[in-house]
C-alpha cells in the first residue's frame, strides 16, 4: 500500500475516534502520526489538504466559510514548510560543524606538549587554557639538557580550523629547524615569518615571543614578533620590568629581521610570558592593568612556578565571574641554581 494511501487510513481512523470520543488514547497515538510524518518527510500543506479531504467526507455539511479557511492555513502551512527545510539544512549543517571543530579541538590538543618540560636548572610553569573549544594561542618548547631551554609562545589572529591548522605548520616548522637555529631567537622568527608569509592567507596574521635560556651562561636570549610583553622579575631587587621585544608580527614582510635581546638570570629570577587573553581580562568594568598583574604574582611568588600560575589563573577567573573571555597563556621560567 503506498505511504499516502497508509498514512489517510490511518489518520482517518484515529480522527474518527477522537471525534466520537474524544479519548486522550485517541491523542496518544496521534503523536504517532507525527513521528511517521517526520521520518517520512511529509510536508505540512500536504498533512492539511489530507485532514481537509477526511473533513469534507466525515462532515460534507461544512460551511463554506469554514472550508474557504483552509485555504489560508494552506498557505500558512506552506510558508511554514519551507522555513522548516531551511531551518533542518541549517542544524544539518550546524552539526557538522561542530563535527568539524570537535576534531580540530583534539588536533589542537596533540599538537601542545603533554606535559611541561623538567630540568635541574629551570622551574617551569604553564595554564593554557582555550576560551572556547578551539584557541588561537600556542606554546611549544624545545628541550635540550646540556644547552638549555627554548620557549615559544604564540597568538594566531583567528580560531578555529584555520587556527589549528596554522599551529600545526608552526610545529612543524619549528621542529625541523636545526638545532643551532633553535638556539637563536631572532634567526628562528626570521625563519617561521618566512613559512607563514609563504603559506598563510593575508587576513591571518601570527604573534609570538620565543625565548632561549642558555643554562651554561644563565642569560635568557629572546625575541618578539609583535606579541604582549612579558615581565622580567628581578629577585635580589624585587622588582619587575617589562619583557619587550620589537618586532612585526609574522607573516606581513617576507625580508622582516627581529633583535635579539637578552637576559641574564640570577637564582630566583624568572622570566613571564603571557598572552593578551591574561592582560585584557575583565575586570571592575574594565580591563586588568600590567601592574595588578605583576602584584598577583608576587603574592605567590614564595611558590613553585606551577602554583604561581595556577593561583594567578584562578584568581583573575574569581574577579571575572568564572568567565573566560580571551584564550589564557600564562608561562614562568625561573631559574634555580
Known amino acids: ?24 488514547e485517541t491523542l496518544y497515538e496521534a503523536q504517532k ?14 498533512f492539511v489538504s489530507i485532514h481537509f479531504n477526511l473533513l469534507m467526507d466525515l462532515m460534507p455539511e461544512m460551511s463554506k466559510e469554514v472550508q474557504d479557511s483552509f485555504d489560508v492555513l494552506l498557505e500558512v ?15 544539518s549543517r550546524q552539526k557538522e560543524l561542530e563535527s568539524e571543530i570537535e576534531v580540530a579541538s583534539s588536533m589542537q ?14 622551574d617551569v610553569g604553564v595554564v593554557c587554557v582555550p576560551a572556547k573549544k578551539m584557541s588561537g594561542d600556542y606554546y611549544h ?11 615559544a609562545l604564540a597568538d594566531i ?14 610545529k612543524y616548522a619549528m621542529d625541523s629547524l636545526p638545532s643551532e637555529q633553535q638556539l637563536k631567537p631572532g634567526l628562528l622568527l626570521e625563519n617561521l615569518n618566512r613559512v607563514v608569509e609563504q603559506n598563510v592567507d593575508d587576513s591571518m596574521f601570527i604573534t609570538m615571543m ?26 635580589k631587587e624585587d622588582r619587575f620590568e617589562e619583557l619587550r621585544a620589537k618586532g612585526l608580527v609574522l607573516g606581513v614582510s617576507r625580508k622582516t629581521t627581529y633583535e635579539e635581546y637578552t637576559k641574564h638570570l640570577k ?16 575586570v571592575n568594568d574594565g580591563f586588568i592593568t600590567r601592574e595588578e598583574i605583576s602584584s598577583l604574582i608576587r603574592t605567590y611568588i614564595h611558590l613553585s612556578a606551577q602554583e604561581i600560575v595556577d593561583n594567578v589563573y584562578n584568581d583573575l577567573m574569581k574577579m571575572q565571574d568564572f568567565i573566560l573571555h580571551d584564550d589564557f597563556t600564562l608561562i614562568i621560567l625561573r631559574r634555580k641554581v
Do not use: W
Open 109 to 122: 590538543q596533540t599538537l601542545l606538549p603533554q606535559e611541561k618540560p623538567t630540568t635541574e636548572y629551570l
Open 33 to 46: 502520526i507525527s513521528k511517521f510524518l517526520l521520518e517520512q518527510q511529509v510536508s505540512p500543506e500536504v
Open 157 to 170: 589572529i583567528g580560531k578555529g580550523v584555520p587556527a589549528a591548522l596554522c599551529m600545526s605548520m608552526i
Open 141 to 151: 618548547y624545545v628541550h635540550e639538557d646540556e644547552q638549555g631551554l627554548g620557549m
Open 210 to 235: 620565543y625565548g632561549y635560556y642558555n643554562r651554561n651562561t644563565s642569560d635568557f636570549h629572546y625575541s618578539g614578533a609583535g606579541h604582549e610583553p612579558g615581565f622580567f622579575y628581578d629577585a
Open 267 to 282: 637564582k630566583n629570577d624568572f622570566v613571564v610570558l603571557l598572552s593578551d587573553g591574561v592582560t585584557e581580562c575583565r
Open 1 to 24: 500500500m503506498p505511504i499516502d494511501q497508509k498514512l489517510q487510513r490511518s489518520y482517518k481512523r484515529i480522527l474518527t475516534s477522537f471525534l466520537e470520543s474524544q479519548s486522550e
Open 77 to 91: 502551512m506552506m510558508g511554514y514548510g519551507l522555513a522548516y527545510q531551511e531551518h533542518q539544512i541549517l542544524r
